[in-house]
């Protein structure tokens, strides 16, 4: 038989060759898919978890914050009552005792996992016990009657010392935690470019595993859109009061933590007023907590509407509103108050069943004053508040 240079099947090499190179290309092509595949399964399980660890530093950091708050409750109440002798102020000092606690194991069941922060965390349970020793220890002197020993106790700086103690364990904490989230953070950007790598990948291997890259992309922008919702809800429900829209009385004090701290550099004026609506219980009682709710969300209104935008308006708590006026000496902020009093005492609040409602504000201001700390001077302006109430109601009154 007579050989044809063409048939493909005699030449040496030809047909059986061409199918050993196909076979091997779609060998090739397959371990590249398998390679392509798990590499993106491994981006995409550091990824969740790099961000899932994300979400929960920002869990800690808000208990964290919580703690502090409750701290810095404690302490408002024991110098109120050590002030003043009223056992009223004993009640947010029980408060902050109680939310504190609750905190720090929160903190801990949160950070168990890491065995630096549970040294940490033993460190900061010793100072907390240390902190209400010394509180409840000046308490019970004044409540005895001893109003110098009292006083002694807290110009000995035992109660700042353990204040300061505490706050650095926090400290502490808060910056593992950074570490570990920078840390994360990395390995979610490795995540990352391994993906593009992936993508690439995909490009050179064809329009089947440029679909499947494209799949992988779309979780991944899923994954990170939900990491971004919920690290929003956290700043919101860390930030912001619910119901008027307003700094809540977290983020209130940690700005005025900062305001004060500047103006102490710089020698500006800084004014802080208190704001209490008048009577709020009796429309609470005429037109139920709906009624009172929206005439707090309609105060806030007028707030943001009335106050300079360099000011922070915030809600205490209850009907009482908090102002932060930087570069504002007294004279300045008790103009721009009687501008927010006749705002309010000058119209009606409308209710969405068609009722309205008039209202009044009663405002105490104080100017911060060397020797002033934060508290000090909320206090002043709540003193100069309750000033105000007694003379009348719907006036502005400056502290002493």
């Known amino acids: 038989m007579v050989q044809n240079p063409h048939d493909q099947d005699a030449v040496p090499g030809g047909r059986g060759q061409r199918?050993?190179?196909?076979?091997?290309?779609?060998?090739?092509?397959?371990?590249?898919?398998?390679?392509?595949?798990?590499?993106?399964?491994?981006?995409?399980?550091?990824?969740?978890?790099?961000?899932?660890?994300?979400?929960?530093?920002?869990?800690?950091?808000?208990?964290?914050?919580?703690?502090?708050?409750?701290?810095?409750?404690?302490?408002?109440?024991?110098?109120?009552?050590?002030?003043?002798?009223?056992?009223?102020?004993l009640q947010p000092y029980r408060a902050g005792a109680r939310e504190a606690p609750v905190a720090l194991e929160r903190i801990a069941a949160q950070t168990r996992d890491n065995p630096a922060q549970r040294r940490n965390i033993a460190a900061l349970r010793a100072q907390a016990a240390i902190f209400y020793k010394v509180m409840e220890r000046a308490i019970a002197l004044r409540r005895a009657g001893d109003e110098a020993g009292a006083v002694a106790l807290v110009r000995s700086g035992a109660g700042i010392g353990a204040t300061d103690a505490v706050l650095a364990a926090l400290g502490t904490i808060e910056a593992e935690e950074q570490r570990l989230l920078a840390v994360r953070s990395a390995a979610n950007e490795r995540a990352n470019d391994a993906t593009q790598t992936s993508y690439y990948a995909l490009v050179v291997a064809g329009l089947v595993l440029l679909l499947v890259a494209a799949a992988v992309g779309v979780s991944t922008a899923k994954a990170q859109k939900r990491v971004r919702i919920i690290a929003e809800q956290l700043r919101l429900s860390a930030t912001?009061?619910?119901?008027?829209?307003?700094?809540?009385r977290r983020f209130f004090m940690h700005s005025l933590d900062i305001e004060v701290a500047r103006a102490r550099r710089s020698g500006a004026p800084l004014s802080v007023a208190v704001a209490d609506v008048d009577h709020f219980k009796r429309v609470n009682d005429r037109y139920g907590h709906g009624g009172g709710d929206e005439v707090l969300r309609a105060l806030a209104?007028?707030?943001?509407?009335?106050?300079?935008?360099?000011?922070?308006?915030?809600?205490?708590?209850?009907?009482?509103?908090?102002?932060?006026?930087?570069?504002?000496?007294?004279?300045?902020?008790?103009?721009?108050?009687?501008?927010?009093?006749?705002?309010?005492?000058?119209?009606?609040?409308?209710?969405?069943?068609?009722?309205?409602?008039?209202?009044?504000?009663?405002?105490?201001?104080?100017?911060?004053?060397?020797?002033?700390?934060?508290?000090?001077?909320?206090?002043?302006?709540?003193?100069?508040?309750?000033?105000?109430?007694?003379?009348?109601?719907?006036?502005?009154?400056?502290a002493a």
């Not at 590249?32 to 995409?44: E, P, Q, R, W, Y």
């Not at 501008?339 to 405002?363: C, D, F, H, Q, V």
């Not at 302006?381 to 009154?397: F, H, I, P």
């Open 240 to 248: 912001t009061d619910e119901l008027t829209g307003l700094p809540n």
């Open 19 to 89: 199918l050993v190179f196909g076979f091997g290309a779609l060998l090739i092509l397959a371990a590249l898919f398998a390679g392509i595949v798990i590499n993106a399964n491994h981006a995409a399980a550091e990824r969740r978890e790099a961000q899932a660890w994300h979400v929960h530093t920002l869990e800690v950091l808000l208990t964290t914050a919580t703690m502090k708050s409750a701290v810095n409750m404690s302490i408002r109440g024991e110098r109120g009552y050590l002030i003043t002798g009223d056992p009223k102020f």
């Open 301 to 398: 209104r007028i707030f943001e509407a009335i106050m300079r935008t360099g000011d922070v308006v915030g809600r205490l708590g209850g009907e009482e509103f908090a102002i932060l006026m930087p570069d504002t000496d007294e004279i300045q902020a008790r103009i721009a108050c009687e501008r927010l009093r006749g705002a309010i005492a000058g119209r009606e609040i409308r209710l969405p069943s068609g009722e309205k409602i008039a209202i009044t504000l009663s405002t105490g201001i104080a100017l911060l004053v060397p020797g002033d700390d934060r508290d000090k001077l909320v206090k002043r302006a709540d003193n100069a508040l309750y000033s105000a109430k007694e003379g009348g109601r719907n006036q502005v009154r400056l």
